[in-house]
T-cell receptor
Framework: DAGVTQSPTHLIKTRGQHVTLRCSPISGHKSVSWYQQVLGQGPQFIFQYYEKEERGRGNFPDRFSARQFPNYSSELNVNALLLGDSALYLC?????????????FGPGTRLLVL | EDKVVQSPLSLVVHEGDTVTLNCSYEVTNFRSLLWYKQEKKAPTFLFML????IEKKSGRLSSILDKKELFSILNITATQTGDSAIYLCAVEAEDAGGTSYGKLTFGQGTILTVHP
């Protein structure tokens, strides 16, 4: 079975640009969560979507937005990029939002903002 | 604001040693504590703890939660080079509405290096 997939794997952008990161969950998983992991720190929760609805949001500015599609894949959008947005962006999918033992993380997208 | 602190931040041991990793937390409405192992990129689930004093065990790894003192430990016995990784502790807390909406608050992680 395919695990959680994310694209692209690496990305370089300049300040002020916009970026879209994509995540495909494990087949049958209806919940997708996004995390930002800055180098040397633990992941920080950005959003959770379940059945195409936003169920949770972390302490991130409105420049960060996301959506979930009917096939349960998800996109994370970040506008007006700042240097501090450079991080590993992790997507995790699970059967439901709080079934942690069934939650699997993808390999992440490494974003570098210059 | 929910807070999770892990110690030590890094640890270097030799194969066969036993290590203890610590995680303390401050959250308003605790629901569960989770441990993950992160090698390279994707964290992988190790344990979920919800009750005090009940040890969870998987092979050479074990973990226990103390809800009174607000901490958890992760023990690894007879360490192997394959145990080298970042170990992350995360806490799930309920919001004011009684749900958590899948929000996990992570600690900064402990970098474990096991030398042959």
């Amino acid at each position: 079975d395919a695990g959680v997939t994310q694209s692209p794997t690496h990305l370089i952008k300049t300040r002020g640009q916009h970026v879209t990161l994509r995540c495909s969950p494990i087949s049958g998983h209806k919940s997708v969560s996004w995390y930002q992991q800055v180098l040397g720190q633990g992941p920080q929760f950005i959003f959770q979507y379940y059945e195409k609805e936003e169920r949770g949001r972390g302490n991130f500015p409105d420049r960060f937005s996301a959506r979930q599609f009917p096939n349960y894949s998800s996109e994370l959008n970040v506008n007006a990029l700042l240097l501090g947005d450079s991080a590993l962006y992790l997507c995790a999918s699970s059967l439901e939002g709080r079934r942690w033992e069934t939650q699997y993380f993808g390999p992440g997208t490494r974003l570098l903002v210059l | 604001e929910d807070k999770v602190v892990q110690s030590p931040l890094s640890l270097v041991v030799h194969e066969g040693d036993t290590v203890t990793l610590n995680c303390s937390y401050e959250v308003t409405n605790f629901r569960s504590l989770l441990w993950y192992k992160q090698e390279k990129k994707a964290p992988t689930f190790l344990f979920m703890l919800t009750s005090s004093g009940i040890e969870k065990k998987s092979g050479r790894l074990s973990s226990i939660l103390d809800k009174k003192e607000l901490f958890s430990i992760l023990n690894i016995t007879a360490t192997q080079t394959g145990d080298s990784a970042i170990y992350l502790c995360a806490v799930e807390a309920e919001d004011a509405g009684g749900t958590s909406y899948g929000k996990l608050t992570f600690g900064q992680g402990t970098i474990l290096t096991v030398h042959p």
